[in-house]
């Protein structure tokens, strides 16, 4: 959200061409002690008044001459334009505050795998996703949910096993 935040990040070089990053980011809104606190619900103080969590947090390297292997929680970004996600669809994104945040800043880590290999100035990437997480979206009651009811609760399986989702791209080799 777009409440005061902190972010932490501490990037780790592990030996010859492997890397590790961890990230977190916390916010805390002071403006819900304010006010009259019984005026929101359990959900929108739960959602919208303080956060704590890892952000990116992965280790990276180099397998062979052009293979990279990445493990842990990232953000993949398949292609972009401003506040359109066409087919920037892999990492959930974070609607508490729709249109406020840019969208570099509302993506949502999820923990997966990704093989990269390159050819030339190209890259041939294959991914298994192993976190099942949806998009945060905002609560009744809350200043942004548009609804005069609460939306059906989503049925959410367990992470990994038979659920990892698996996606494949090429794309133009990352400039280091």
């Known amino acids: 959200p777009a409440s005061p935040s902190s972010e932490l990040e501490l ?21 819900y002690g304010l006010k009259e606190r019984d005026k929101f619900t359990d959900e929108v103080l739960h959602l919208y008044e303080q956060e704590a969590e890892f ?28 506040q359109l996600r066409v087919v920037d669809v892999l990492n959930p994104v974070d ?3 729709p249109g406020l945040v840019d969208i570099e800043d509302v993506r949502l880590p999820l923990t997966m795998t990704r093989i990269s290999y390159y050819l030339g100035d190209w890259s041939l990437n294959a ?37 990892t989702e698996v996606g494949a791209w090429a794309g133009t080799r990352p400039s280091t």
């Not at 890397?19 to 977190?24: D, E, G, K, P, R």
């Not at 947090?57 to 970004?77: C, K, S």
């Open 11 to 31: 990037s780790l070089e592990l030996g010859r061409n492997w890397s590790a990053l961890v990230s977190s980011q916390a916010f805390h809104d002071a403006a």
């Open 55 to 82: 952000r990116e947090t992965y280790v990276q390297g180099e397998l062979f001459d052009d293979l990279d292997l990445t493990v842990g929680r990232q953000i993949v970004v398949w292609g972009y334009a401003d």
């Open 95 to 97: 609607n508490r505050e």
């Open 127 to 163: 991914v298994a996703v192993h976190e099942i997480r949806f998009n945060k979206e905002p609560v009744y009651n809350s200043e942004f949910f548009p609804f005069a009811q609460p939306l059906p609760k989503e049925d959410i399986p367990a992470d990994g096993g038979e659920n």
